[in-house]
């Protein structure tokens, strides 16, 4: 398990667990999709890419519960998924 979850930290950074839950999901469908990490690391783990991209504040939720990166005005996101195709 990541260690990063078992702390309060992460879960207050983003508001809550069902937030959290919700970010790391969208951010990893758009990672699988072939989005670009925005950390620089040499880690193939999509889950630890997901979770320092949090704690180094490279993304959040937006208002319409949208992965948005905080760090460039120019991400670009993969294509909306419908979650019920899932």
């Known amino acids: 398990m990541f260690e990063e ?3 309060e930290a992460i879960v207050r950074k983003v508001g809550g667990r069902f937030k959290l839950s919700t970010l790391i999901q969208k951010r990893l469908v758009q ?3 072939g989005a670009r990490p925005l950390i620089d ?3 193939t783990d999509k ?3 997901v979770l320092q991209e949090i704690e180094q504040d490279k993304i959040h939720l937006d208002t319409s ?3 948005r990166a905080t760090a460039s005005p ?3 996101d993969s294509p909306e ?3 019920d195709d899932i």
Do not use: P
């Open 31 to 33: 990672l699988n999709r």
């Open 65 to 67: 519960n949208e992965v």
């Open 81 to 83: 998924v419908d979650l």
């Open 47 to 49: 889950m630890a890419i």
């Open 5 to 7: 979850l078992k702390e």
């Open 41 to 43: 690391t040499k880690s």
């Open 74 to 76: 120019d991400f670009i």
